[in-house]
C-alpha cells in the first residue's frame, strides 16, 4: 500500500504535468477538449491505480473514452473491438509464446487490426447524422484488451467505465465546451 507521502509527490507531480500540458495548448480560449480529457484522465488514472489498484485499460484510454460516452454506439463498439482483440490473442496464445513486450505489441496490433475493420466495415445506425458502429481510434481497443489480460475483464471495463464518467463529469464542471 502506498503511503500518504508516496501518494502526495504522485499527485503533485501530475498536476505539474497537467499545467505543462494546459500551457502547451495551442488555442488562445483555452485547451482543446483533447487535451483536456487526456490529462485529467491521466490523473483519474492515476488515483484509480494508486488507491484501488485497478487499471483503467491504459492511462489515456478514460480521456478518449470520455469524449466518446454522448455515443454509446461507438462506446459498444470499441469495447466489442477489444473483446475480439482480446479473444484472437488468447488463440494465437495456444500456438505462439505470447510474453512481455511481444505480448503487449500483439495486442496492439490486432486491436489496430480489427479497430481499422470496423472504421472500414462500420455498419450506420441510422439515425439523422450517421452514427457508425465502430472503434475509437485504433490503439485504445489493443490497450484494453491487453489490460483484460493482465487484470480482467469485469475489473478492466467497469474500472475504465467509471473513471471516463469522472473524467466527463470534470469536463464538463469545467465548462461549456463544444463536446457535451
Not at 462500420?122 to 475509437?136: T, W
Request: aromatic share 8%; hydrophobic share 55%.
Amino acid at each position: 500500500m502506498p503511503t500518504a507521502r508516496t501518494l502526495f509527490r504522485a499527485a503533485l507531480l501530475n498536476l505539474l504535468l497537467c499545467a505543462c500540458a494546459f500551457a502547451a495548448a495551442p488555442s488562445p480560449a483555452g485547451p482543446e477538449p483533447l487535451v483536456e480529457a487526456i490529462s485529467i484522465g491521466l490523473v483519474i488514472s492515476l488515483i484509480f491505480s494508486e488507491t484501488l489498484g485497478l487499471a483503467t485499460g491504459g492511462m489515456i484510454v478514460p480521456g478518449y473514452m470520455a469524449l466518446t460516452l454522448h455515443e454509446p454506439l461507438r462506446v459498444a463498439g470499441t469495447l466489442a473491438v477489444a473483446l475480439a482483440t482480446y479473444a484472437v490473442v488468447k488463440f494465437l496464445s495456444r500456438y505462439m509464446l505470447i510474453y512481455g513486450r511481444r505480448r503487449t505489441v500483439i495486442f496492439i496490433l490486432t486491436g489496430f487490426t480489427l479497430g481499422w475493420l470496423s472504421h472500414a466495415f462500420a455498419i450506420p445506425a441510422g439515425e439523422a447524422p450517421p452514427v457508425a458502429i465502430a472503434s475509437i481510434g485504433f490503439i485504445i481497443p489493443g490497450l484494453i484488451a491487453d489490460w483484460m489480460e493482465r487484470q480482467g475483464l469485469v475489473q478492466t471495463v467497469s474500472s475504465l467505465m467509471i473513471a471516463s464518467v469522472f473524467v466527463r463529469l470534470i469536463l464538463i464542471a469545467a465548462g461549456p465546451r463544444t463536446f457535451i
